[in-house]
């Protein structure tokens, strides 16, 4: 049956139109089972069964044969979701006559619910002539057949291949997408799709004899790619802050890098292939490393790899950039969209930018929300190719895309545009406002960044300091271990930029998930294997060459935090802190006024938060990885689909753990922070307030907004909010509690319009 039932499943998955492949999955299942029916029945969003494909019963009822939710067996299959098998289902006192259906002469009856991530999408069902029950094997069998069926539909609703239009060709009005809020903004305009420049992945490998013209041609073809880029650097120079290009300046570096451009050289000399075969196989080297990588934000650095790695192809192809018209109101779509794409925009032109790819740390988001341009990233099931010159609206605070909007949808949209840019003018005067409760309790507002453009960035958004810079960025993009001197350089630069304000530098995070090129590490479980400290304790040296080039950095400025990742136990950060200190006796030796920066641990693993109050007695602060906490205490991989809706940091026992933390931390007299999305959540900032954490850090895009929350409710008030939710037990039922709350306060931070799918 393994077999067949792969068979089937690699049949279905091969077919070219939705329509072909039930028809083959209906087909095939009635084979396999030896009856003389199979069927499948949609549930639309009338709560509605709808006969979408038949072998068996009459085939001109497809399309036509509509059951309610509560008709039939197939009702009853649906209200259960349970699988029904009985010997005679006329007979069944909820069997539901249909004229002209065929199924009259069948008695054997077996049907199974359709489910996909929880949600009924329809039901399956075999029927057969013979009085008979099936037997389990073959219950077991349309089990499987049926779940494997559920993605399958999900996928062609969300794709709108479902259609039960005359004129299917018609894309109907009002789909919804739903992706990552990546900038804020919502905008009205026409898509213009964003086609990669070359395919990297379609590139034969082919042998060469002329060595050296491949590596002329490759020189050739870098070289017309830095040009690209100073181009569109140039461009952008118009709207962006000048200290922004940083982000163009990262392609530049990665080009003028000559460890990549010899990389491939090196390749094509040892492996004597073409100069096309050579660059994809380095860069996608490099996007595997990335790639794999559980840091969202480092992740996406696989994105700026292969756009760069997509321009030089193009340029060794010989080819162009096809010249393309965009409308006065476009929105940019595509599969990757790259910033180099978004450049390419007539000024004045971009509203919108939707990316099946990508998330809210990418270069693309980045850029957007220093442009104020509204953006949706990981928008899964978009049909790209069906979107070209279709009106499109973009929610880039919900993450929602809406594609042919109807007239009254799009006008309450137009509207809401008018609203936000009202909403954007009265949280402007904020900026240089302290984030102060209406009682006058004061907490700092940070922001999480690893670019130095990002960085700027914040210092507009008014933030007070860096809660957390990731510093793994230069070790990600390199052939070896960086320098001290190179790490020194980058280091200097944000100090000095953020000077007077605090910058916490997190040590290196890697292992694990986040191997090295040059220093691979394979486990089976990475999420609880060898990374964060226990990697750099196990390689003093390479720990020891951070922190003297963190310490060189902070020189006349003394701004510089350092904060430890990953620190599961109290001899974890007393091993850290003997190394500091070897690190600043030989910085003293140098410096005499040299100053000890202060020290500080991420509570991020269940265990530190036990023992949180003997690490707090060690160090000068302690700050909450929201994120990560929340995922190993819940035993959740947020980034697994399956799973993610189970991720949600309002569950009691996080609430409960961050309560504990903030308590211990306080009793040890030292300041707590959190960042990660939780510090970035409207909901959570009146009960991160009254836990008494110290600061939060954040994404600069958020600041704003946060500040307004927290300037619109007193100290007072969030503790009777904190109170009321420490006694409930459901994450759900504090998320409604806590919307409602800051309702009657008055506190609307973005608004949103629902629109029936």
């Not at 067996?73 to 002209?100: C, K």
Request: glycine share 6%; proline share 5%.
């Amino acid at each position: 049956m393994l077999k067949v039932l792969r068979r089937i499943v690699q049949e279905v998955s091969s077919a070219q139109r939705f329509e072909q492949a039930l028809q083959i999955l209906v087909s095939r299942v009635r084979e396999a089972l030896h009856t003389q029916s199979c069927t499948v029945f949609l549930l639309d969003d009338k709560k509605i069964y709808v006969l979408l494909a038949t072998d068996g019963l009459n085939p001109s009822s497809v399309g036509k044969v509509r059951l309610t939710f509560d008709q039939g067996l197939v009702g009853l299959i649906g209200r259960t979701r349970e699988l029904i098998n009985i010997d005679n289902a006329p007979e069944h006192s909820d069997f539901f006559y249909v004229q002209g259906l065929g199924e009259e002469r069948y008695k054997a009856f077996l049907g199974v619910p359709i489910v996909h991530n929880r949600a009924l999408l329809g039901v399956l069902v075999v029927q057969q002539e013979e009085q008979r029950c099936f037997d389990e094997t073959e219950e077991a069998f349309l089990v499987t057949m049926a779940a494997q069926l559920g993605g399958v539909l999900a996928h062609a609703e969300a794709t709108g291949e479902i259609s039960f239009k005359e004129n299917k060709e018609q894309v109907q009005a009002d789909i919804i997408f739903q992706g990552i809020a990546s900038a804020p903004g919502i905008s009205v305009g026409q898509a213009v799709v964003a086609y990669p420049f070359a395919d990297l992945e379609a590139v034969p490998h082919k042998k060469v004899k002329n060595i050296s013209a491949e590596v002329s041609q490759l020189k050739k073809a870098f070289k017309s790619a830095r040009n690209d880029i100073q181009r569109l650097k140039k461009h952008m120079l118009s709207v962006l802050p000048e200290e922004e290009q940083a982000l163009f300046d990262v392609y530049l570096m990665i080009l003028d890098k000559a460890s990549l451009e010899k990389e491939v050289i090196k390749v094509i000399q040892e492996t004597q292939q073409w100069a096309q075969a050579a660059l994809q196989i380095v860069i996608a080297s490099h996007v595997l490393q990335f790639e794999r990588v559980d840091d969202d934000y480092l992740r996406e650095r696989a994105a700026d790899l292969r756009d760069l790695g997509r321009r030089i192809l193009m340029h060794l192809q010989h080819g162009q950039l096809t010249p393309i018209l965009y409308p006065e109101k476009t929105i940019l779509v595509g599969e990757e969209v790259s910033p180099s794409a978004l450049a390419e925009v007539p000024e004045g032109r971009l509203v919108g930018i939707v990316s099946v790819k990508g998330s809210s740390h990418s270069h693309l988001s980045i850029l957007a929300r220093s442009l104020g341009i509204p953006a949706i990233t990981g928008v899964e099931n978009l049909p790209v190719n069906q979107l070209e010159a279709q009106t499109l609206i973009v929610d880039g605070a919900q993450g929602k895309l809406i594609v042919a909007p109807s007239a009254p949808v799009k006008q309450s949209f137009i509207a809401l545009i008018e609203q936000q840019r009202e909403f954007s003018d009265s949280l402007e005067p904020l900026r240089d406002l302290p984030a102060e409760t209406l009682d006058g309790y004061s907490i700092s507002l940070w922001v999480n960044t690893g670019l130095m453009a990002d960085a700027n960035l914040s210092l507009t958004a008014g933030a007070e300091g860096i809660g957390l810079y990731r510093t793994e960025m230069p070790f990600l993009i390199r052939d070896c271990f960086p320098a001290e001197d190179e790490q020194y350089g980058l280091y200097r630069q944000l100090l000095t930029a953020f000077s007077p304000r605090p910058v916490v530098m997190r040590t290196l995070d890697i292992g694990g998930d986040k191997a090295l090129p040059y220093f691979p590490i394979k486990e089976d479980n990475p999420f609880l294997g060898w990374r964060g400290i226990r990697v750099t304790l196990d390689h003093p040296e390479i720990f020891l060459i951070q922190i003297r080039a963190m310490l060189r950095a902070n020189r006349g400025l003394n701004n510089l935090r350092i904060m430890l990742p990953m620190i599961s136990c109290v001899a974890e950060a007393d091993h850290a802190l003997r190394l500091i200190n070897q690190a600043y006796e030989k910085e003293l030796s140098e410096d005499p006024n040299a100053c000890k920066p202060p020290i500080g641990i991420m509570i991020e693993v269940p265990s530190a938060i036990y023992q949180a109050h003997a690490l707090a007695e060690r160090v000068e602060f302690l700050s909450v990885g929201s994120n990560d906490l929340t995922q190993y205490m819940l035993a959740v991989d947020r980034n697994n689909p399956r799973v993610a809706n189970l991720y949600d940091p309002f569950q009691p026992s996080v609430l409960q753990a961050l309560v504990q933390v903030v308590e211990a931390a306080h009793q040890a007299q030292k300041p707590v922070s959190i960042c990660g999305e939780m510090a970035s959540d409207p909901l959570a900032i009146p009960l991160l307030l009254a836990m008494g954490f110290d600061a939060l850090s954040m994404n600069s895009f958020s600041i704003p907004r946060i500040k307004s929350v927290i300037r619109h409710i007193s100290f007072r008030q969030a503790k009777v909010l904190l109170a009321q939710v420490l006694k409930m037990d459901n994450a759900k039922t504090i998320r409604d509690y806590l919307g409602q709350a800051l309702a009657s306060l008055s506190l609307k931070t973005l608004a949103s319009v629902e629109v029936e799918a």
